[in-house]
């Protein structure tokens, strides 16, 4: 049975359109969630699947050599028209894939669980998703781990986007900058005067009534001489409102660090219990207020620590903290384990996120693109990692202007 086309589907597309992310090469951040999501549910088959118009693509993938296929033949089509998971344990059973060629081949699919990718403006994009030729159920904890690898995928989606528009951001702006000193000279020079001079005429015209011929004629000279200094400046000066207003510009205001982090820990908390790490959450105490886009910031946090995770051997220990250092922090210790296996995080955050190889696209590209986002917050990030103590990650905003406790935004 072929699904029905949501009723935002024009919207959902140009969303969907917008990452750029559609027939992208295969990246290890979204491999390493499908082997994730395969090894927790027990399934030999997962995808990230993305839905085009007639087809479905997939943006990872183990266990199937396919790279899309018909989206009429697609389980995720069905799987985005709603805002949890599509769970089917016995598709012959089902009505509406008991007649599809993907079932009804031998060792066809039977079990199929599908977590839609929503994005923060409420589009299904396509799913994460796992599937099986057996029959089977998912137990409660790995339903909410897939739920959590999901939110994973659409953040690590938008969060491309974000570092993408934040670097034409700074190109345009670089521009306007190398343009300042020749607009300052125009606004301070020819222009003024001219300015002044029209002041000049229409202030006498409004007082007395009297039209000055000559006065007029200067007047008429030095805004022919101009119209093309003016058209200049108001260009310059659209532009730089359009380069830091975008529609896809980050949205500051003051929010609550400590409150942020929380739920962020949260978010990640259902794949760290897959692995048996335990997160010991000490973001709490006092407000924490900083001046920050809640949404994009809160990935950010979900990317780190969902790093610490993925790179901390089963067993191990995360905690989270927030704190005052030279700014309101969050810190982040991947703890050495008891009989002292070290965790492999240090040198995906050096690599990733501190070096920063802008021009080099390397295994942990997400971390990079985190790295971005956290320096358009103007925020200092410190790593450390001895043995003993593990791996340390510090990340200090500046301080928000006071404010009171009625002004700050909960998120």
């Known amino acids: ?30 491999d390493d969630i499908v082997a994730l999501a395969s090894n927790v549910c027990g399934v030999p088959m997962s995808l990230v699947s993305l839905i085009d118009t007639d087809r479905q693509w997939f943006k990872a993938r183990i266990g199937t050599d396919l790279t899309e296929t018909s989206r009429d033949i697609s ?15 016995d598709a012959r059973q089902d009505a509406r894939f008991a007649d599809n060629p993907q079932v009804t081949q031998p060792e066809g699919v039977r079990f199929y669980a599908g977590a839609p990718l929503i994005t923060t403006d409420g589009f299904g994009l396509g799913t994460l998703c796992v599937v099986d030729s057996e029959p089977r159920r998912l137990d409660m904890e790995q339903l909410q781990a897939l739920r959590a690898l999901a939110r994973q995928v659409t953040a690590q989606l938008e969060l491309r986007r974000y570092a993408v528009t ?17 607009l300052a000279a125009l606004v301070g020079g020819e222009l003024k005067a001219s300015l002044r ?71 990640v908390r259902p794949i760290a219990a897959t692995k048996q790490i335990w997160i ?64 492999d995080l240090f040198p995906h955050l050096y ?42 990650l510090h990340v200090v905003f500046p301080f928000a202007e006071q404010e009171t406790d009625r002004d700050l935004i909960a998120v």
């Open 166 to 182: 934040l670097a034409n951001t700074t190109a345009r702006l670089q521009e306007l900058e190398r343009r300042k000193d020749e």
């Open 1 to 30: 049975m072929d699904a029905p086309r949501p009723s935002n589907e024009t919207d959902r597309l140009a969303a969907l359109y917008a990452l750029g992310v559609l027939d992208t090469e295969a990246e290890k951040d979204f």
């Open 351 to 392: 690599y990733g996120a501190i070096a920063n190889p802008a021009t080099v696209p390397g295994p942990d590209r997400g971390l990079a693109v985190a790295k971005r986002i956290l320096d358009a917050h103007h925020a200092t990030v410190a790593l450390s990692d001895r043995p003993g103590d593990g791996t340390s």
């Open 197 to 267: 001079l029209m002041d000049v005429y229409l202030e006498g015209l409004g007082r007395t009534g009297y039209h000055d011929a000559e006065l007029a004629d200067l007047v008429g000279h030095a805004a022919a001489a101009h119209v093309r200094g003016l058209r200049d400046l108001l260009d310059h000066l659209l532009r730089l409102a359009d380069a830091g207003a975008g529609h896809d510009s980050l949205h500051m205001r003051q929010i609550d660090l400590t409150r942020l982090t929380q739920r962020a820990v949260e978010a």
């Open 280 to 343: 010991l959450n000490q973001a709490g105490g006092p407000a924490l207020p900083i001046v920050a886009d809640p949404v994009r910031l809160e990935q950010v946090l979900m990317q780190l620590l969902f790093a610490a995770v993925k790179y901390t051997p089963s067993g191990g220990r995360v905690r989270v903290g927030t704190e005052i250092e030279s700014g309101p922090a969050v810190r982040l210790d991947d703890m050495d384990l008891p009989d002292g296996m070290r965790p």
């Open 75 to 89: 389980f995720c089509s069905h799987a985005i028209l709603g805002r949890d998971l599509l769970v089917v344990p």
